[in-house]
């Protein structure tokens, strides 16, 4: 009986495991997604050249 909860326990901790790092992963995309739309959406790509240009000459 102990050795069938123990197994069980193990699956249920490892199936949380994998389901938790899915979640964690597919909240990062998100968010990284979401950073990115915002970045690109302020700054247009005119602005985007100056700013490499201006870090090209200060480097």
């Given at each position: 009986?102990?050795?069938?909860?123990?197994?069980?326990?193990?699956?249920?901790?490892?199936?949380?495991?994998?389901?938790?790092?899915?979640?964690?992963?597919?909240?990062l995309l998100l968010f990284l997604l979401l950073v990115?739309?915002?970045?690109?959406?302020?700054?247009?790509?005119?602005?985007?050249?100056?700013?490499?240009?201006?870090?090209?000459?200060?480097?």
């Amino acid at each position: 009986m102990v050795g069938i909860v123990s197994k069980v326990g193990v699956l249920f901790l490892l199936f949380f495991f994998c389901f938790f790092c899915f979640f964690f992963l597919l909240f990062l995309l998100l968010f990284l997604l979401l950073v990115s739309f915002f970045y690109f959406s302020t700054i247009s790509k005119n602005d985007g050249l100056a700013i490499a240009r201006g870090l090209w000459h200060t480097g």
